[in-house]
């Protein structure tokens, strides 16, 4: 039988179990979370309401969708996705980020269902999901086929899965590793490993392999001078996100 833990990299969950008090601080060590959040969710809704025909005005969009947050870190994803309505779990594979993500969610008054578990048990398990969220996360695992297959096993047929994370070449190690860690130290040094970065075509790759059907990629793009980030659909040169469907 497959070890359920075979992808988990211990060296990068202590990383983030260090900063895991930080996951709700604006300005603390996941700033660029914050700062990048509202763009994600941009994308993530959109490719939701138009895979599964739903109408963000309503209220509640999402009812009735089982949504997984794969590496939910404090939950800056979980959160948006209970207040529109969907049976959240939020799975991270560092408990250290859990005690956090779980008293900011009751103080919000949201039921989210967090728990300390990595994508091969909740395989194992049987568990099923309309849509995952596994954002920034496959750069941090130490087998990336083997752990998209495990996300594909969790997806209901016609599934959606949302995946972001870093391009891999000089201009994401000046942006992602100099300028974030060493420069506007944004991240403590050693947070990311440029070497694990994949390229869209790779991840590409990586999900058909895994059994997946991409179907859209799109960059976020950082704007120095005006401090904000946007969407785009030709500039995937350093932080990027992917749609792929379980069909």
Not at 2 to 9: E, F, H, R, S
Not at 234 to 240: I, P, Q
Request: glycine letters at 8%; aromatic letters at 8%.
């Amino acid at each position: 039988m497959q070890d359920p833990q075979n992808t988990v990299d211990p060296s990068e969950i202590a990383k983030f179990e260090a900063m895991a008090a930080e996951w709700w601080d604006p300005n603390g060590k996941f700033k660029p979370l914050h700062m990048l959040n509202p763009c994600r969710l941009d994308y993530i809704t959109n490719q939701i309401a138009a895979e599964f025909n739903r109408d963000l005005t309503d209220s509640q969009p999402f009812s009735g969708l089982r949504i997984l947050d794969i590496g939910c870190g404090g939950g800056l994803l979980s959160e948006p996705m209970a207040r529109l309505g969907a049976e959240v779990v939020g799975a991270d594979a560092a408990g250290g980020n859990l005690p956090v993500a779980k008293l900011h969610a009751e103080q919000s008054g949201l039921i989210i269902d967090y728990r300390h578990t990595t994508a091969e048990a909740l395989a194992e398990a049987g568990e099923q999901f309309d849509i995952i969220l596994n954002m920034e996360v496959v750069e941090h695992v130490a087998d990336p086929l083997a752990y998209l297959t495990a996300t594909k096993a969790l997806l209901k047929s016609g599934g959606l899965q949302i995946c972001s994370t870093i391009n891999r070449n000089p201009k994401s190690y000046a942006m992602a590793i100099i300028g974030a860690e060493v420069i506007m130290k944004w991240l403590p040094r050693g947070t990311h490993e440029w070497s694990k970065f994949i390229t869209p075509d790779e991840l590409f790759e990586l999900l058909e392999d895994a059994g997946l059907t991409p179907v859209d990629r799109k960059g976020f793009v950082f704007n120095p001078l005006l401090w904000s980030w946007s969407i785009s659909s030709r500039d995937l040169s350093v932080n990027y996100v992917t749609s792929s469907i379980n069909n």
